[in-house]
């Protein structure tokens, strides 16, 4: 289980920011639909990036899902994030055929470099660093994906210099 | 002079290693108007230790090309244009002669992946080209019943491809039989198991297969709404679902009345999957459909008599589907003839690891493994020895390499401890640990379980615990045993397949691999050299010529030396990832 998803200490003051006029189509487009609620939450999720406690709340008020209901199921799927995550968020695949090919070499490369942990976020908030089970492009094991790119055959070296490029571009 | 035609493979790993960048290069050489040619893209052709792919079709002669860029493909235009005679040492796939590829190409035999690699996904008239919802027409014009539908599918020995290998034709027999005037078809997409991407492939290569096999389904149980369950990790397969849903609903093969069968009527669309491996089974899945945590419930009643809202529903794989046109097509008769007595047709499998051509195929049941890895796969990466082979992700299990004589066919795998599975198949050499595999795997079913049993939820942390303890060289005498009494009682007492599965990757490692799991805990070694903990990363002074790649190439800047002279690795501040030891061109790294 994903336990280590749980972590309400960290529900920091984000919330002030949060416009939740956004949600308002959202909700109307789901409204009394049965089986609505991943799909609210999956919206939610994309106008945020992060599912804000805020958001929960008016999503509860306004429709027939219990607070404990949604908070059951935004804990339950790996793709729900109760924080909120840097610009790029790094995946580095962790499926079999990247296991076998060294993809912990990439991960800790990563860590040594951004100086965080496996789910943190770099303290100028550009990165975020996840490991994800399969992108499903074994074939060119060990991958990380940034952004809607893939990136493959990767050496701890090469992803290093992959994310300082990516820096440089957004420090400019 | 017809304009020479190319055709770009752009499936998710094609994009991924560079298709992209092709296809955009020749949109613009075709608008600068540099040369006169005609552009268009297909999906995974399966090559992927090829990537990316590019077809030439010139003067009906077609060439399909591997490991074009942006900067190659212009070369290859002029090449043509010029001589319209093909670069052989590029080209991997033709008909006008053998190539080294052709092992690869030549023991496949394609029904699932008919289409994939050769049509335009995102274009309905292609696939209608290739005898494409043809099959949905024969069973309208020659107004097929239902049941003859499901005897075809009974008798051709179609069984589950998602892993569980039950019988097709059963399964829609018993949701027919549920009597209910609504009905569900589900096409299980949410492809969880880490190292295959088989339903990806062939959801952005050939969508209508697989909306087609719903119609189908839909039509011989009697359903009026389908559900793709798709994980959300797959933009592109979703984004081609999407669209192909779209064109089948204006072309009539979705809607009401479909092709003038009186009250059939059925709608199909997407539901995106949040990202749970436990989801893929079925009756976690419907809960997911349904809006709520994806935990499994008590079977039965099985989903056939009641699933989706409590309605009766089916649910099978993207590959069973995508065989079903080809099954209604060419008879039941046809399709049985490959194959074993109990396990027809053919399978696909996502072959990766450590092997030469790795990429997707799909062979006959009752090949051999050695037959795979060695024929298709071109055998092991840089001439290593085989070691095992992993099938069925972390619901199945290692068989090892003197065992590689083992057909293909759901009962010889199941007998080996391992399982068929969705169809990943990745091989390892000397170099993998066995006990790491195992824990990895645990890790993964550790991670994934809902926690709803109590012996799936504690029982697998336990297991990984010791584990990760083996590993890290602090195992203990009585630890394997330990292991297999827990993963009996997991076994015993888990209500779905995810926890009645996961301790196979460590039954099986323990039964081939025994000895790996007793150096670790006894010599505190890693016979594979794979466990970093128990590693330690010398220079060999005598051996390095003071060349700097292994300091280059270093993460952490923990080898220390300049040009020519030895160097040196500081202990505190080595990571253990092996750069250096791979990098290494003189044998100067000392690994013990």
Redesign the interface.
């Known amino acids: 289980m994903r336990i280590q998803r749980i972590s309400l200490s960290k529900q920091k003051k984000q919330d002030q920011e949060v416009d939740l006029s956004l949600l308002e189509p959202l909700l109307k487009k789901y409204k009394g639909k049965k089986g609505n609620l991943i799909p609210i939450l999956q919206g939610t999720q994309n106008l945020y990036n992060f599912l804000p406690q805020a958001a929960i709340l008016k999503i509860s008020e306004e429709t027939e899902h219990k607070l404990s209901d949604i908070y059951g199921v935004a804990t339950f799927y790996a793709q729900f994030r109760l924080n909120p995550v840097g610009k790029n968020i790094i995946k580095v695949c962790h499926g079999t055929a990247c296991h076998v090919q060294d993809a912990k070499q990439i991960t800790t490369a990563i860590k040594e470099h951004l100086k965080i942990e496996d789910g943190q976020t770099t303290e100028d908030g550009i990165f975020t660093l996840e490991s994800v089970a399969c992108l499903g492009c074994c074939s060119l094991a060990p991958v990380m994906m940034i952004a809607d790119e893939t990136f493959g055959k990767l050496t701890g070296k090469s992803a290093v210099k992959i994310i300082r490029e990516i820096k440089k571009k957004e420090n400019n | 002079m017809e304009k020479l035609k190319l055709i770009v493979g752009m499936g998710?790993?094609g994009?991924?290693?560079g298709a992209g960048k092709v296809f955009e290069k020749l949109k613009q050489l075709k608008t600068e108007e540099l040369f006169d040619i005609n552009i268009d893209q297909t999906s995974c052709i399966g090559m992927?230790?090829r990537?990316p792919l590019v077809e030439i079709i010139d003067n009906n002669h077609s060439y399909l090309y591997g490991g074009i860029d942006e900067n190659k493909v212009e070369e290859l235009i002029e090449h043509h244009q010029k001589f319209h005679l093909p670069i052989k040492e590029w080209v991997v796939k033709t008909e006008e002669f053998t190539t080294q590829d052709n092992e690869f190409t030549d023991s496949q035999v394609k029904i699932a992946l008919r289409n994939c690699g050769y049509i335009n996904p995102e274009r309905i008239e292609e696939y209608e080209a290739q005898k494409g919802y043809q099959s949905i027409k024969k069973i309208a014009e020659n107004k097929i019943s239902a049941q003859e539908v499901i005897q075809s599918i009974l008798d051709s020995g179609l069984r589950g491809r998602g892993g569980g290998g039950f019988s097709t034709g059963m399964k829609w027999r018993f949701a027919r039989n549920s009597q209910n005037t609504e009905k569900y078809i589900i096409c299980n997409a949410d492809?969880?198991?880490?190292?295959?991407?088989m339903d990806?492939s062939l959801l952005e290569g050939d969508p209508h297969s697989v909306i087609e096999g719903m119609i189908i389904g839909a039509y011989a149980i009697g359903a009026t709404e389908g559900v793709i369950y798709c994980r959300?990790?797959?933009?592109l397969a979703i984004k081609r679902l999407n669209i192909a849903l779209e064109q089948a609903r204006q072309k009539g093969y979705l809607g009401k009345n479909i092709l003038g069968i009186q009250n059939f009527n059925l709608n199909i669309y997407v539901k995106?999957g949040?990202?749970?491996?436990v989801c893929g089974e079925e009756t976690a899945l419907i809960a997911?459909?349904?809006?709520?945590?994806?935990m499994p419930r008590k079977r039965p009643p099985f989903p056939a008599a009641s699933g989706l809202?409590k309605k009766p529903t089916n649910i099978n794989n993207v590959e069973t589907y995508a065989n079903i046109p080809w099954i209604i097509l060419n008879g039941a008769k046809e399709y049985s003839k490959y194959g074993t007595e109990k396990s027809k047709g053919t399978k696909v499998f996502?072959l990766?690891?450590?092997i030469n051509r790795?990429?997707l195929v799909e062979v006959p049941m009752g090949i051999t493994i050695k037959d795979i890895i060695f024929k298709l796969g071109g055998g092991i990466q840089n001439g290593k020895k085989f070691k095992a082979v992993?099938l069925g992700?972390p619901s199945g299990g290692c068989i090892p390499a003197y065992l590689d004589d083992t057909i293909v066919d759901y009962d010889s795998v199941n007998a080996t401890g391992a399982i068929m599975g969705s169809g990943?198949m990745?091989v390892?050499d000397e170099t993998?640990c066995m006990v790491d595999?195992a824990r990895?795997?645990l890790d993964?079913t550790q991670?994934?379980?809902?926690?709803k049993c109590t012996f799936c939820?504690i029982g697998t942390k336990r297991m990984l615990e010791i584990l990760t303890r083996i590993t890290e060289g602090e195992g203990k005498e009585g630890d394997i045993e330990k292991l297999e009494e827990l993963s009996y009682q997991i076994k015993e007492s888990s209500l779905c397949g995810l926890g009645q599965t996961a301790p196979n990757p460590v039954l099986t490692t323990i039964k081939y691999f025994r000895n790996e799991y007793e150096a670790h805990i006894r010599d505190k070694k890693c016979p594979a050299k794979s466990c970093?903990k128990l590693l330690t990363y010398e220079v060999i002074a005598e051996n390095c010529t003071g060349c700097t790649i292994c300091a280059?190439?270093c993460?952490?800047n923990a080898i220390d030396g300049g040009k020519k002279t030895i160097h040196f690795i500081r202990q505190d501040a080595c990571?253990k990832?092996?750069?250096c030891f791979t990098k290494c061109n003189f044998n100067a790294i000392k690994i013990s």
């Open positions: 998710s790993c994009i991924a290693a992927c230790y990537e492809e969880g198991d880490p190292g295959a991407f990806r959300a990790e797959y933009p995106e949040a990202g749970a491996f997911s459909v349904e809006g709520e945590r994806g809202w996502a990766t690891g450590k790795g990429g992993q992700g990943g990745v390892m993998t595999m990895f795997f993964f991670k994934e379980s809902c926690g939820r970093t280059i190439n993460p952490t990571i990832c092996g750069a």
